[in-house]
């Protein structure tokens, strides 16, 4: 199946400071890929959903200035946690839909980022 | 929107089968998922159903039944690696919503 990327899979960070995350599709193209969070023993809960070349769309009570989201190529979108205070500290997940997917939504996850705001 | 709903916990002993239920209740439907997730990794792909009926695939199966707006993943020969959280995941546009998933532990 199709390979998704993320780096880094772990960071630890002081409060206040950024950290970008990376999604890269690595054998496909993807013209939309979704940002998800999850809380311990909690499922994942959609953030935004990032299209190539446009406005990321961000669900309802997702901070647009807070979390960053640039899906400048078809192959890579970036997740910026800015200012990040403890209540971040979450496990970051990102997913591709391939391009030629049609009406079948098959989705490939990223293997995830764990962030530690201390 | 969508309200998804299975349950938190269940238990099973090797070889056993266990069915894992969702409910569901969406403005509109594209697709019902079903993923398996270990702690700390990604969810993997389990199953996908959008016509009613079941769908089999090894040792997993999947159902649905639209006018119901319910589904069940059922998990035959049950082995400890199939310990893991279940979740079910409705396509809404183009992402998918996830329910809370359902932790399964399998004892030997």
């Known amino acids: 199946g199709a390979v998704v990327s993320q780096h880094p899979s772990w960071v630890i960070c002081k409060s206040g400071t950024s950290v970008k995350i990376e999604c890269r599709s690595l054998d496909f193209q993807a013209t939309t890929m979704f940002w998800y969070r999850q809380f311990p023993k909690q499922s994942l809960m959609l953030m935004a959903t990032s299209n190539e070349g446009s406005k990321a769309t961000y669900e309802q009570g997702v901070e647009k200035d807070k979390f960053l989201i640039n899906h400048a190529s078809l192959t890579l979108s970036t997740l910026t946690v800015t200012s990040a205070h403890p209540e971040d500290s979450s496990f970051y997940i990102c997913?591709?839909?391939?391009?030629?997917?049609?009406?079948?939504?098959?989705?490939?996850f990223g293997p995830g980022t764990r962030l530690t705001v201390l | 929107g969508q309200n998804i709903d299975q349950p938190t916990e269940m238990t099973a002993t090797e070889g056993a089968i266990v069915q894992i239920n969702c409910t569901y209740q969406?403005?509109?439907?594209?697709?019902l998922f079903w993923y398996q997730q270990h702690a700390g990794e990604a969810p993997t792909f389990l199953s996908y159903n959008v016509l009613d009926g079941l769908e089999e695939k090894g040792r997993f199966s999947s159902f649905l039944s639209r006018s119901k707006g319910y589904s069940y993943l059922l998990l035959k020969e049950l082995q400890m690696k199939d310990s893991a959280s279940y979740l079910c995941a409705d396509q809404a546009g183009t992402a998918l919503i996830f329910g809370k998933g359902t932790t399964l532990s399998v004892s030997s």
């Open positions: 997913s591709a839909r391939e391009v030629l997917a049609g009406d079948y939504n098959e989705q490939f």
């Open positions: 969406t403005s509109g439907f594209n697709g």
